[in-house]
């Protein structure tokens, strides 16, 4: 695991050539089809070199939940550890790996009709207004909340019309088992010179529109008509600004900056989960090389592996 620009994929493209592995995608943003620019995905070769999975499997229509995410990688590793392959996981979004570690509350499939209407209240009223709604009904997820966040303030009240509880409620006490047959070595790369995070960071987002990140979205505009900047895929960092200039609510350099702010915002957001879990720090050299951490992932491995046996 990992913030973004941290090097995860060289990483585990590297270790390919010491182990039989297959990588298990942990990236909300990579199971979307036609959007490979502004998210990093491993080239055509890369995805050739080493199996991959949970990667293009979705239209930029389409939503992944933690719940699918828990359900298909546990039976990916299972299946990948019966083809007598090491199953790696790699990426960044914290809230699927820590669903698959801690278990993930049960929660109610969503329902069309009424996210629209939410959604066409929202617009029409306000969001404000939905989330004094949900300071009614479920006062504890409302202060988690921001008014700003329309999805998550989507589903809680979608859960609390569906349910009559409050989501905060059964996040609690309807939580789902994590599969305790499954062995996890937890390492991270846990950067602390945000120095040379942040320049890794800026660097990429620049790359990602000389390469081509604004054609990719006018692209997705004209392949997908019914998308819009509320749809999940068009949340993902860099996405959504990209759109607002398409949208000419930005100007090219506005863009720019603000692309690369929210990925440093994503990527703190990233570094807080991993404080919180129990992880091994590949990063002991503060410096973010390749061969020194991939010196102490083989290290790990090889002792984890020494008491495994």
């Known amino acids: 695991m990992g913030p973004t620009a941290t090097g995860k994929t060289q990483l585990a493209l590297k270790l390919a050539d010491h182990y039989p592995i297959e990588i298990i995608s942990v990236d909300s943003a990579l199971v979307y089809r036609d959007m490979n620019i502004g998210t990093a995905k491993p080239s055509v070769l890369e995805l050739s070199q080493v199996t991959h999975?949970?990667?293009?499997?979705l239209s930029p229509l389409e939503s992944y939940s933690?719940?699918?995410f828990v359900r298909d990688s546990t039976n990916l590793i299972k299946a990948v550890n019966q083809r007598g392959k090491l199953p790696v996981l790699v990426g960044g979004t914290m809230?699927?790996?820590?669903g698959l570690l801690n278990g993930i509350s049960h929660l109610p499939e969503s329902d069309a009709k009424i996210r629209d209407e939410l959604s066409q209240r929202g617009l029409k009223d306000g969001f404000n207004v939905l989330h004094d709604e949900l300071s009614r009904v479920?006062?504890?997820a409302a202060l988690k909340i921001a008014p700003s966040d329309k999805q998550r303030l989507i589903r809680a009240l979608e859960v609390f019309y569906l349910t009559g509880k409050p989501i905060s409620y059964l996040q609690q006490h309807n939580k789902v088992i994590p599969d305790n047959e499954i062995n996890f070595l937890n390492l991270?790369?846990?950067?602390?010179?945000r120095e040379i995070l942040h320049s890794r960071i800026n660097a990429r987002f620049n790359k990602m529109l000389v390469d081509g990140f604004i054609d990719e979205v006018q692209y997705l505009q004209l392949k997908?008509?019914?998308?819009?900047?509320?749809?999940?895929?068009?949340?993902?960092v860099g996405y959504y600004q990209v759109w607002q200039y398409l949208a000419g609510q930005l100007s090219y350099q506005q863009l720019l900056d603000s692309g690369m702010a929210a990925t440093r915002q994503l990527a703190k957001r990233?570094?807080?989960?991993l404080r919180n879990m129990e992880i091994i720090n590949l990063d002991i050299n503060q410096d973010l090389k390749l061969d020194s951490m991939f010196e102490q992932l083989l290290c790990q491995i090889s002792r984890f592996k020494k008491n495994s046996t």
């Not at 999975?53 to 499997?57: A, F, G, S, T």
């Not at 809230?95 to 820590?98: A, D, E, G, T």
């Open 53 to 57: 999975h949970l990667i293009n499997i």
């Open 188 to 193: 991270a790369i846990l950067p602390t010179n």
């Open 138 to 140: 479920d006062n504890v």
């Open 95 to 98: 809230m699927y790996y820590n």
């Open 270 to 273: 990233q570094i807080t989960w």
């Open 224 to 236: 997908y008509s019914d998308l819009t900047i509320d749809d999940t895929s068009m949340r993902c």
């Open 66 to 68: 933690v719940a699918n």
